[in-house]
């Protein structure tokens, strides 16, 4: 296991940058409540994009779409969907609507190597809070192929980081609250079907961020618990990275089990380096180095580790 005086930081003044990304020049782009995209440069060099029009969105998943621009998942109180951001503050709607309905407040986006686009939303639940228990079954993904947009798994216990796996052809998704990696068929309509638990997880651990390494495993930020967990294609899990705080796991799992957990216990995180670890992209040379966003933090933390991740599909994109 890593120690955590291996754990590194970069950039500063940061506001909840929950996903972060890499592109091929290493320049790291991530989500901040203050209201835009972050790129954190490998100079050193910070940049804040916000719309330009004063639109006040509430970034949580991104992607890059192409080289001007990201798509970015709005994480409003009560609204959602998804934007593209240009780069030069430009914005624009790109999905607000899923059936006729607005599409609720919307977890993450993710470009898979078909060029297909699939959207997570974790909860119809207004406020989100009341789907934080174990009993949360109302989460769903949408799929965005040749611009058209439809739901195409629905139930989940609060749908969260997904991805399109290349070596077995299957979308995983992280069910954070139903504590499981959940795998799907992909239909030739893509409608996903066949779902089967990939790993379920144990006490304190709840699943976050999901990315791929070029060994075909996935690797897991679990929020509460700090933890970065490698799975194996069998379902076996590694424990990578922690800094957790157990008198602190068993509120948050008593507030679980009882459908209590509040944002109070939530944010009164017990950790000696990290802040509650909610994603997670490999970078650096050969893409060892793993760089993590986080949800209560104001800088990136990062590590290195003798396996490579998988080059990512928006890096075609770039």
């Known amino acids: 296991m890593i120690s955590l005086g291996k754990i590194k930081f970069v950039g500063k003044d940061l506001n909840r940058p929950e996903c972060v990304l890499i592109d091929p020049k290493n320049t790291l782009h991530v989500s901040d409540f203050r209201g835009g995209i972050t790129r954190i440069y490998s100079s050193g060099k910070i940049k804040l994009t916000k719309p330009n029009n004063g639109f006040k969105i509430k970034p949580n998943g991104l992607t890059i779409y192409n080289k001007n621009s990201w798509l970015v998942t709005h994480l409003d109180e009560k609204e959602g969907g998804v934007y593209k951001l240009n780069f ?135 929020i509460f618990s700090n933890k970065v967990i490698r799975v194996l294609p069998n379902g076996e899990k590694q424990t990578i990275l ?47 180095d793993i760089y993590l966003g986080c949800l209560l933090g104001q800088q990136i933390a990062y590590f290195s580790h003798n396996i490579s991740g998988l080059e990512p599909a928006f890096w075609k994109n770039c």
């Not at 309509?189 to 651990?205: A, D, H, Q, R, Y």
């Not at 922690?242 to 995180?269: C, T, V």
Request: proline letters at 5%.
């Open 88 to 222: 030069n503050g430009d914005i624009e709607p790109y999905l607000l609507e899923i059936e006729n309905k607005p599409i609720p407040p919307t977890n993450y986006v993710h470009f898979d190597f078909h060029g297909r686009i699939w959207v997570t939303v974790s909860t119809r639940k207004i406020p989100r809070i009341l789907s934080h228990n174990r009993y949360c079954d109302d989460g769903f993904i949408i799929l965005i192929d040749d611009g058209k947009p439809r739901i195409v798994a629905d139930g989940l216990g609060f749908a969260n980081e997904c991805f399109f796996n290349p070596f077995d052809k299957k979308l995983y998704v992280n069910e954070t609250f139903g504590k499981k990696i959940s795998s799907f068929d992909i239909g030739r309509n893509g409608e996903l079907i066949n779902k089967k638990i990939l790993s379920s997880f144990e006490f304190g651990e709840f699943p976050d961020g999901l990315t791929l390494d070029s060994e075909g495993s996935f690797w897991v930020t679990s």
């Open 242 to 288: 922690e800094d957790s705080n157990k008198k602190y796991l068993n509120l948050i799992e008593k507030a679980f089990q009882n459908g209590n957990l509040s944002r109070p216990i939530m944010n009164d995180l017990k950790s000696i380096k990290l802040k509650n670890i909610s994603s997670l992209a490999f970078g650096g040379k050969e893409l060892k």
